[in-house]
């Protein structure tokens, strides 16, 4: 005789669902980790204590509440000088739809030259290397790893900035901030110069990122999740703002191009 079916179909650790009585399809009691969100979080827990719950299945501490929203303030709009928002600008101004545009955002802020995947590279070598600064020069003294086979060769150790001889002022007073929360990240403000040189570039602002996300308790395959997440706000604002103005207003950086026709003289 066979054992009758389950009636738990689906199987998570993180959400628990009890269904109207008069329709299965629908919801009437909702947990996230034990905790009743429309019964007992709505109006008491904040979206920052919301998004902790759900990563990490526990209640967040008030430190660790005021790291996590610092870190959604510092990455809520890249700016348009960031590949994703640019992506998503592109797909507004080309009036693609709300979900195309924030998939390209999504597409190209994955990668590993400022996108989530730098993030996972500089959570890894936070991971290993900590508040040890032998280590770290032992780190960055070796060639940038991609990590996994269908990621190209890192051209830049990562959480380090490529371009520019210097930190960014931003870079800086994410520091500043950070410092003040936890040993590890005023370790990291302290050590600035120190890693800056052993790296041969200026710090980006991924690796304070990486830092605190790794302080926080979150794992590196996380952490690449929320910088994803924290950032389509401004991929969001750009792609409707440039949907209103239309292609004749689209920014773009000037390029002097050292054979422009239109600076010949004619003979």
């Not at 919301?50 to 790291?67: C, D, I, T």
């Not at 600008?89 to 195309?100: H, N, P």
């Not at 990562?158 to 930190?167: D, S, V």
């Not at 790296?199 to 991924?206: K, Q, S, T």
Request: glycine fraction near 8%; charged fraction near 15%.
């Amino acid at each position: 005789m066979s054992a009758a079916p389950s009636k738990e179909l689906v199987h998570t650790r993180i959400w628990q669902e009890e269904a109207e009585p008069d329709n299965p399809f629908a919801t009437r009691v909702a947990r996230c980790h034990g905790y009743d969100v429309y019964g007992d979080m709505l109006g008491k827990a904040s979206w920052i204590e919301m998004l902790y719950l759900l990563f990490r299945g526990e209640r967040p501490s008030a430190q660790q509440v005021a790291l996590l929203e610092t870190l959604a303030v510092a990455l809520a709009n890249p700016g348009p000088r960031a590949p994703m928002v640019h992506a998503a600008m592109c797909g507004g101004v080309a009036g693609s739809t709300a979900a195309a545009s924030l998939m390209a955002a999504l597409a190209v802020g994955a990668g590993q030259n400022g996108g989530a995947r730098e993030v996972w590279l500089a959570m890894q070598a936070w991971e290993a290397c900590g508040t040890d600064l032998a280590l770290w020069h032992g780190h960055l003294s070796r060639p940038p790893q991609s990590g996994v086979d269908i990621w190209p060769e890192m051209a830049h150790p990562a959480g380090f900035a490529p371009h520019g001889e210097q930190a960014t002022l931003p870079v800086l007073q994410l520091l500043a901030h950070l410092a003040r929360h936890a040993p590890e990240l005023a370790w990291l403000q302290q050590q600035r110069i120190a890693l800056e040189a052993a790296a041969g570039l200026p710090m980006g602002m991924l690796l304070p990122v990486a830092a605190t996300l790794h302080v926080l308790g979150f794992t590196a395959e996380q952490g690449e999740m929320l910088v994803l997440l924290l950032r389509l706000p401004g991929a969001a604002v750009h792609a409707l703002e440039q949907w209103r103005y239309g292609f004749k207003r689209f920014p773009f950086f000037p390029v002097e191009l050292t054979d422009d026709p239109a600076g010949k003289v004619s003979a």
